[in-house]
């Protein structure tokens, strides 16, 4: 499966999607989420860009656990932000919280525009890494942050060795099983396994022009959360 296919195949699962992150993953991502928004330090009244918004899980935990003044969803699945839709209705969050369909690669906002810019578990499903922090480093106002919630390649030891042969034999099945779309379940082990490791997504955000940079190891580093903060300097825009 292609990269350039990923929003046909979220759209595929997307009726099972948040039941089986959170079935699969024991309600940990949860709590890695949670983490993202209270790390982000958003202030009262400040505007957020969550990019490959899914269903909206994190932009509705941005308007639960902060008081923005705005929180903007994107996301290139139709059928994942329809889904989103539904849960803001329900929350009564629709004032706080708009879900748009867009790609993080060709973000269609002016530079300077968010005060913090979030991606949940998309980053690894970008055809190119470096455009997309680019991308979200451009629209960010100088001084803003940058929160990076994604997983990493199966860590060293027993535990690694685990949890590979969790994510290569048990989720294919249960994940294919529950949602329809082994395939998918496939493509998720296989983009766990060829991500970047620590180091080189801190290279990735420097690169781009974030400094302050923190990377936060989360449940034995199965993932990471990341955090930079755009440079201030005169004319810097993210790359």
């Known amino acids: 499966m292609r990269k350039s296919d990923t929003p046909e195949m979220f759209s595929e699962i997307a009726p099972r999607y948040d039941f089986l992150n959170h079935f699969l993953s024991l309600n940990v991502d949860r709590r890695w989420r949670r983490l993202l928004v209270e790390e982000s330090a958003l202030e009262c009244g400040g505007k957020v860009l969550d990019t490959c918004t899914g269903t909206g899980d994190i932009a509705i935990d941005f308007a639960r656990r902060s ?6 969803g994107i996301d ?3 059928e994942m932000l329809r889904i989103g839709t539904r849960k803001l209705n329900k929350a009564k969050l629709t004032n706080t919280v708009k879900l748009l369909e867009g790609d993080v690669l060709d973000l269609p906002f002016p530079e300077n525009t968010f005060d913090v810019v979030s991606i949940g578990f998309g980053l690894r499903n970008l055809p190119d890494y470096p455009k997309g922090i680019s991308e979200m480093a451009r ?3 100088p001084g803003g942050r940058l929160m990076i919630l ?4 199966p ?3 027993i535990f690694g060795r685990g949890y590979r042969l969790y994510l290569e ?3 294919p099945v249960a994940g294919g099983l ?3 779309s082994r395939a998918a379940y496939r493509y998720l082990c296989n983009s766990i396994n060829d991500f970047l490791a620590e180091d080189a997504v801190a290279g990735l955000m420097k690169s781009a022009g974030f400094e302050r940079f923190s990377a936060r190891r989360l449940t034995g580093g199965i993932a990471f959360l990341y955090r930079g903060v755009k440079s201030q300097g005169e004319g810097m ?3």
């Open 67 to 72: 008081r923005p003044g705005e929180v903007i």
């Open 139 to 141: 629209v960010l106002v």
């Open 76 to 78: 290139r699945s139709v």
């Open 150 to 153: 994604e997983f990493a390649p």
């Open 178 to 180: 529950i949602s329809g």
């Open 169 to 171: 034999r048990l989720l």
């Open 237 to 239: 825009h993210g790359g």
């Open 155 to 157: 860590p060293t030891g």
